[in-house]
């Protein structure tokens, strides 16, 4: 074959080549990423007991105009609550049968403020908020935390169980044992994330722990960057379910670093789930977690470790409970 016919055979061979493989090549380079929900202003939280909680955060959003007045008014709903074992002073207690609380609050500009191992005070979110605004610390804890609420002039609130907590706690007695079991649906928690229409983000959690813990506890609730992280150039993460374990990851912090490096709420929610399971081999089929993310477009995700999170949404357009997929198909 001459220099001539070899470059047309080539030309040829090439643009055949080219026919065969242009559709798929060109099918590929027309995908595109899903279209995400998007919501501003939106408030977000945990559980079926974040739907009255919501309620109250969309109330207080529409009449202060402030994000940090929302999320803090939302989650004092269920700190109320009687019915709750799983937040407030109305919670299980610990093994020792006293109620300890921890909460944190955060702000989409850095400031924060968080306390834990409370006893008597009905409302450690407004404690974790005064704490970020009054003092020059992040975190109180204990006795140093309960002096700082009596000098800001709460109440000390009688330290009782409810009869709901009692009941339970008698009958916990009969065993006691000593590791604590985690129900896949044990509502604990609540985690409370927000965005306003100017996108300004918060959020709030807060929880009495993990039923019949040893005394001295605290889990990843009144952690920055583990129970709650807020920050207004990505977005913001909570959590809920064992503790521990999203202590280990560092889970809310983890979830904002995976959007602001391009992730969607969803992919970074999974993906912080995948770690977690990777990281809690031994034991994963005996833990919940579950994560509730937004970003600073208002885009949502969330997901769990087992079946059985769902999640509470309230933006103009839609007041909903959302059932969250989990890296663990439905039992049965």
């Not at 269920?78 to 074992?85: A, V």
């Amino acid at each position: 074959m001459n220099h001539s016919s070899r470059r047309i055979f080539l030309r040829n061979t090439t643009l055949a080549g080219s026919a065969l493989i242009a559709p798929n090549f060109l099918s590929c380079q027309q995908k595109t990423t899903p279209v995400l929900e998007t919501y501003k202003p939106q408030i977000l939280s945990t559980w079926n007991h974040g739907m009255p909680a919501n309620n109250e955060a969309w109330k207080t959003l529409q009449q202060t105009g402030n994000i940090v007045d929302a999320v803090e008014q939302g989650v004092r709903v269920t700190e109320s609550d009687p019915d709750n074992l799983s937040v407030g002073l109305q919670g299980l207690p610990d093994r020792d049968g006293i109620v300890t609380l921890d909460a944190s609050i955060m702000k989409g500009d850095g400031s924060c403020g968080s306390v834990s191992f409370v006893r008597q005070i009905k409302h450690p979110i407004t404690l974790a908020r005064r704490v970020m605004e009054n003092t020059p610390h992040v975190m109180l804890s204990g006795e140093g935390a309960r002096r700082f609420a009596i000098a800001e002039g709460f109440a000390l609130e009688t330290e009782q169980l409810s009869p709901k907590a009692e009941a339970a706690y008698q009958k916990w007695l009969e065993n006691a044992q000593y590791k604590p079991v985690v129900n896949v649906e044990n509502h604990d928690t609540i985690g409370m994330i927000g965005i306003d229409a100017e996108g300004r983000l918060a959020g709030a959690c807060t929880t009495s722990g993990l039923a019949y813990k040893m005394h001295g506890r605290v889990g990843d609730s009144p952690i920055i960057g583990a129970g709650l992280y807020v920050d207004d150039e990505v977005g913001a993460a909570t959590a809920t379910g064992l503790g521990e374990t999203i202590i280990k990851i560092c889970g809310s912090f983890l979830i904002v670093e995976l959007m602001r490096q391009g992730r969607s709420p969803q992919e970074a929610c999974e993906e912080t789930v995948r770690r977690l399971v990777a990281k809690s081999k031994a034991t994963i089929k005996d833990v919940q977690a579950g994560f509730l993310a937004i970003n600073k477009d208002g885009a949502f995700g969330a997901y769990a470790v087992q079946p059985g999170f769902n999640f509470a949404q309230h933006h103009p357009a839609k007041q909903a409970l959302v059932d969250s997929q989990s890296y663990f198909p439905q039992h049965g």
